[in-house]
Nanobody, 117 residues
Framework: QAHLVESGGGLVQPGGSLRLSCVAS????????MSWYRQPPGKERELVAT????????NYVDSVKGRFTISRDNDKNTLYLQMNSLKPEDTAKYFC??????????WGQGTQVTVSS
């Protein structure tokens, strides 16, 4: 069975950085475009960033462009999100999953990111 485990979140001051990781298992990670999603408190889950199967193409929501970098290591079945210049509005629980909903795996527990002074 497919499994996604996110980690790396925490409490950080505005302007700080965090690196999130997502370890995937139970499916062929290297053939799937993958995405990071986030769910702010009281709001719907939203797409943050997407990376193609071998990492050659990336896309970002406008609000994180220039601050966040998505990457992957297919040998380690791991997806990353480097988050710099964090803002309070980045506060959310962050999740990873496939980029296309038709291939969604069971959602993991997510990792909480809180940006506050």
């Amino acid at each position: 069975q497919a499994h996604l485990v996110e980690s790396g979140g925490g409490l950080v001051q505005p302007g700080g950085s965090l690196r999130l990781s997502c370890v995937a298992s139970g499916f062929i990670f290297s053939i799937r475009s993958m995405s990071w999603y986030r769910q702010p408190p009281g709001k719907e889950r939203e797409l943050v960033a997407t990376i193609s199967d071998y990492g050659g193409r990336t896309n970002y929501v406008d609000s994180v462009k220039g601050r966040f970098t998505i990457s992957r290591d297919n040998d380690k079945n791991t997806l990353y999100l480097q988050m710099n210049s964090l803002k309070p509005e980045d506060t959310a629980k962050y999740f990873c999953n496939t980029a296309l909903s038709v291939y969604y795996k069971p959602w993991g527990q997510g990792t909480q990111v809180t940006v506050s002074s």
